[in-house]
């Protein structure tokens, strides 16, 4: 019973009267005993101040490169740039301007189905339903010049960049489709201006192609179903 009171720990808690049950706590003999078996985390004190993690540099530069106010707009994502657009529209307005391969290799899709569009409501306001007859004669001329153009060039030809052209080069032909709406194209002046937008469409696109895949020798060549195609859709805007 000896040993057992020697092993026994000894806090600073003394028991008067076994009866009453009071119970007091010896603040000095706590402080004896208690800082050697303290844990030394145990022994900082609260200074007060909040706690702020530290961060690296390579963190915050890598945290600021992914910000919101960095990341691309959401319709250049979706492929639809109006800066090129307006600069391909502007290649086809003027013939005498050089294309911008690296633009015109873009599969943009945005801009020819909007003059595919207008062309047919121009169709329609000179009362002309031909809407069928543009989709079907855009989507076979499309093949055949993706296969032409594969054949004649020696770089990789892209169909989504073949329609992208020959769409964009449809604008002059909508331009005389809403003029057929106020005047009649059948007579003299009709002819001369159903010509002069044939020329137009088939020399931009020829001159788009030849920039783009590197055929600077073979524009009479590309010039020459450029204007098949666009004759047929001049055949529909006159009759």
């Known amino acids: 019973m000896g040993d057992f009171e020697q092993d026994f720990y000894q806090t600073g808690y003394y028991i008067d009267d076994q009866g009453s049950g009071v119970a007091y706590y010896d603040a000095d003999a706590a402080q004896d005993t208690l800082p050697n078996n303290l844990d030394p985390f145990m022994e900082e004190r609260y200074s007060g101040e909040i706690y702020q993690p530290t961060m690296n540099s390579t963190d915050f530069s890598s945290t600021a ?16 740039d109006f800066d090129h657009m307006w600069q391909k529209t502007l290649t086809v307005l003027n013939p005498l301007k050089p294309a ?22 121009t169709l ?34 892209s169909y989504g960049c073949v329609a992208s052209v020959l769409g964009y080069c449809l604008l002059p032909m ?22 002069l937008t044939i020329c137009w469409c088939s020399f931009s696109a020829s001159k788009i192609f030849i920039s783009t895949l590197a055929m600077q020798e073979q524009q009479l060549l590309v010039f020459y179903p450029c ?5 047929l859709f001049t055949l529909l805007t006159v009759f």
Not at 68 to 76: A, F, K, M, N, T
Not at 176 to 195: C, D, E, M, R
């Open 65 to 80: 490169s992914e910000s919101p106010g960095e990341e691309p707009p959401l319709l250049v994502e979706l492929g639809i």
């Open 100 to 121: 911008d391969g690296s633009i015109m290799n873009e599969t943009d899709l945005t801009g020819p189905i909007l003059f595919c569009i207008a062309l047919g409501v």
């Open 124 to 157: 329609m306001m000179a009362g002309k339903v031909h809407f069928g007859y543009v989709y079907g004669i855009s989507a076979i001329a499309c093949i055949g010049m993706y296969i032409l153009l594969s054949l004649m060039s020696s770089l990789a030809v």
């Open 174 to 195: 909508v331009a005389l489709s809403a003029f057929a709406v106020v005047y009649s194209l059948q007579g003299i002046l009709g002819t001369v201006l159903a010509l």
């Open 227 to 231: 204007a098949l195609l666009y004759g």
